[in-house]
């Protein structure tokens, strides 16, 4: 089973479970935009899909901030990350947070890089990634070298 992983007093993961709040998330068209490049909302059935694929090919966490889910993040197929934070919890230096302990949770299991595919357009995403030392190798593929 997999156990939480506390960050700070404010923010931890939560190993995911199926519940439909994070469908609020992905109802807000400019955040699915961001993340996979359409302007179409989720159901409630495509969201548990992807989760199931997520949790069932990796780990899959929500992000707890001062005990509201505001976003998920991920390590899956091995060696990938993705996360999703809420608009109204962005650029608050979260997502810097979660990224580095998902690149902590790969240190942990072995792995020697992690990679991030990010769109072109996600300037922010770029910019989080850049700014954790993530190398874009290839377009929208960024990769961090684990030492």
Same mark, same amino acid.
């Given at each position: 089973?997999?156990?939480?992983?506390? =960050? $700070? @007093?404010?923010? *931890?993961? /939560?190993?995911?479970?199926?519940?439909?709040?994070?469908?609020?998330?992905?109802?807000? +068209?400019?955040?699915?935009? #961001?993340?996979?490049?359409?302007? @179409?909302?989720? &159901?409630?059935?495509?969201?548990?899909?992807?989760?199931?694929?997520?949790?069932?090919?990796?780990?899959?966490?929500?992000?707890?901030? +001062?005990?509201?889910? =505001?976003? $998920?993040? &991920?390590?899956? $197929?091995?060696?990938? /990350?993705?996360?999703?934070?809420? !608009?109204?919890?962005?650029?608050?230096?979260?997502?810097?947070?979660?990224?580095?302990?998902?690149? !902590?949770?790969?240190?942990?299991?072995?792995?020697?890089?992690? *990679?991030?595919? /990010?769109?072109?357009?996600?300037?922010? &995403?770029? *910019?989080?990634?850049? &700014?954790?030392?993530?190398?874009?190798?290839?377009? #929208?593929?960024?990769?961090? !070298?684990?030492?």
């Amino acid at each position: 089973m997999k156990k939480q992983r506390i =960050i $700070d @007093e404010d923010l *931890k993961l /939560i190993p995911y479970y199926q519940n439909d709040i994070a469908l609020n998330w992905y109802q807000d +068209k400019q955040l699915v935009r #961001q993340v996979d490049d359409v302007d @179409e909302v989720y &159901s409630l059935e495509k969201l548990n899909a992807m989760y199931e694929y997520l949790d069932g090919h990796g780990d899959c966490f929500y992000i707890c901030y +001062k005990g509201d889910l =505001i976003g $998920d993040v &991920s390590l899956y $197929d091995k060696d990938k /990350i993705a996360i999703v934070i809420c !608009r109204e919890y962005q650029n608050m230096h979260i997502g810097r947070k979660c990224v580095r302990e998902m690149i !902590r949770l790969a240190e942990e299991k072995g792995l020697r890089q992690v *990679k991030a595919h /990010i769109y072109p357009f996600n300037h922010q &995403s770029q *910019k989080m990634f850049l &700014s954790l030392g993530f190398i874009e190798e290839e377009k #929208q593929l960024y990769v961090y !070298r684990i030492r």
